[in-house]
């Protein structure tokens, strides 16, 4: 196998890495990869709102982003989906002061205090050391149906690898 483009690190709602993984972008779509191009380069690196496809359209998504790190949220019909953060290794500082940022926003959730485990929730955010790499959230919504969910999660696979990878 060669080397990974980019990392994913993938955490459950109690702040427990669930796992890691290497991808490569060649794995992925070339229609996606052209359709989160698309989007941003139109949007830049700030959107917020329905994704722009008919079909697509009841799936929203918020995204922030400077100096090689951003901000991802997904959700359905309102519904919250996943949270991530795309780091490139370019600006260590940056990333470090919006790493902290996204972890204590996730620790201030009511629902993660419900599932918490002995560990500060999150703490192995701080310890992925890999780079490029896409740290997600998963809100496990039970309103959100199965399909709509594996919808998000490829589509967030894509805007993760456009984000961190420059293909």
Same mark, same amino acid.
């Given at each position: 196998?060669?080397?990974?483009?980019?990392?994913?690190a993938v955490?459950?709602?109690?702040?427990?890495?669930?796992g890691?993984?290497?991808r490569?972008a060649?794995?992925?779509s070339?229609?996606?990869?052209?359709?989160?191009?698309?989007v941003?380069?139109?949007s830049g690196p700030?959107?917020?709102? *329905?994704?722009?496809m008919?079909?697509?359209?009841?799936i929203?998504?918020r995204?922030?982003?400077?100096d090689?790190?951003?901000l991802t949220?997904?959700s359905v019909?309102?519904? *919250?989906v996943?949270?991530?953060?795309?780091?490139?290794?370019?600006?260590?500082?940056?990333?470090?002061?919006v790493?902290?940022?996204?972890?204590?926003?996730?620790?201030?959730v009511?629902?993660?205090?419900?599932?918490?485990?002995?560990?500060p929730?999150?703490?192995?955010?701080?310890h992925?050391v890999?780079?490029p790499l896409y740290?997600?959230?998963i809100?496990?919504n039970?309103a959100?149906?199965?399909?709509?969910?594996?919808?998000?999660?490829e589509?967030?696979?894509?805007?993760?690898?456009?984000?961190?990878?420059?293909?």
């Amino acid at each position: 196998m060669t080397d990974p483009d980019y990392h994913v690190a993938v955490f459950g709602l109690g702040g427990t890495l669930i796992g890691t993984r290497g991808r490569s972008a060649s794995e992925l779509s070339p229609r996606w990869m052209d359709f989160w191009r698309e989007v941003l380069g139109t949007s830049g690196p700030v959107f917020r709102g *329905p994704l722009p496809m008919p079909p697509l359209s009841h799936i929203e998504l918020r995204l922030t982003g400077s100096d090689g790190v951003a901000l991802t949220s997904f959700s359905v019909r309102g519904q *919250p989906v996943s949270s991530g953060i795309a780091l490139t290794g370019q600006e260590p500082a940056a990333e470090a002061e919006v790493l902290k940022m996204f972890v204590d926003s996730l620790r201030r959730v009511r629902t993660v205090h419900a599932v918490v485990g002995d560990e500060p929730p999150f703490e192995a955010m701080f310890h992925q050391v890999q780079r490029p790499l896409y740290i997600v959230m998963i809100w496990g919504n039970l309103a959100v149906d199965e399909e709509d969910d594996k919808l998000v999660t490829e589509l967030e696979n894509h805007l993760a690898a456009a984000l961190l990878c420059n293909p």
